[in-house]
């Protein structure tokens, strides 16, 4: 195993079109099938910077901020941000793009941690997180930030 790994290596995007059975009675994104494409994309950014078989081991919050509708482009992104002895911290931004216009918007943020397996399917340590520019930095610093704030917010909505 490395001893570090950068943000930028795990830099993962997945773009799929909404599909009917991908919807709602509205013409609208499933959560779950949002929430299913998130994960996935989690997973890999996390395979990838670690370079080995990862497992989701817990999700944050979510919040579903506007819709995706049929027919709409969903761009996932994710990339690690923060890493623990064997886990791995990664942010998933879901944005929807509508082909015909060019517009896009946010739809989905949330903040996943990811575990790394050995072949034993044992724990197993990972990278350190290298931001070697200031644009992951930044990137990095921002991620940090919004979970922070979006656990926050949850916290206030329910006192
Ligand atoms: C490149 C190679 C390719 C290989 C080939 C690819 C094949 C392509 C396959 C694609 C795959 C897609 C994958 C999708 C992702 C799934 O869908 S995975 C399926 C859903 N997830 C699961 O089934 C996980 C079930 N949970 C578990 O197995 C265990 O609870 C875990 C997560 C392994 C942790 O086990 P544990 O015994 O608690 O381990 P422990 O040593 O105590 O803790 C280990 C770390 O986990 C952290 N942790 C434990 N529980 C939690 C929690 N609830 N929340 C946060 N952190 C936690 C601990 O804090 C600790 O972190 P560090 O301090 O080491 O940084």
């Known amino acids: 195993m490395a001893d570090t790994a950068t943000l930028m290596d795990s830099y993962t995007e997945m773009t799929e ?15 779950g099938v949002v929430l ?7 997973a890999i950014a996390a395979m990838r910077f670690c370079g080995n078989q990862c497992v989701t081991a817990s999700m944050d919050h979510v919040d579903f901020i506007s819709p995706i509708d049929r027919g709409e482009v969903a761009v996932v992104e994710a990339f690690v941000f923060e890493t623990g002895r064997t886990s791995i911290d990664v942010k998933v ?3 929807a793009e509508d082909p015909r216009k060019g517009e896009e918007r946010e739809t989905t943020t949330s903040f996943f941690t990811f575990v790394a397996l050995d072949e034993n399917g044992t724990p197993t340590p990972v990278p350190n997180l290298d931001c070697p ?9 921002s991620a940090r930030e919004e979970r922070l704030q979006q656990l926050q917010n949850v916290v206030d909505r329910i006192d």
């Open 133 to 141: 520019d200031e644009n992951q930095q930044a990137l990095r610093d």
């Open 17 to 31: 079109l909404l599909l009917p059975n991908d919807t709602n009675n509205l013409g609208r994104a499933l959560g």
């Open 36 to 42: 299913h494409w998130m994960d996935i994309c989690g």
């Open 93 to 95: 931004n879901v944005r």
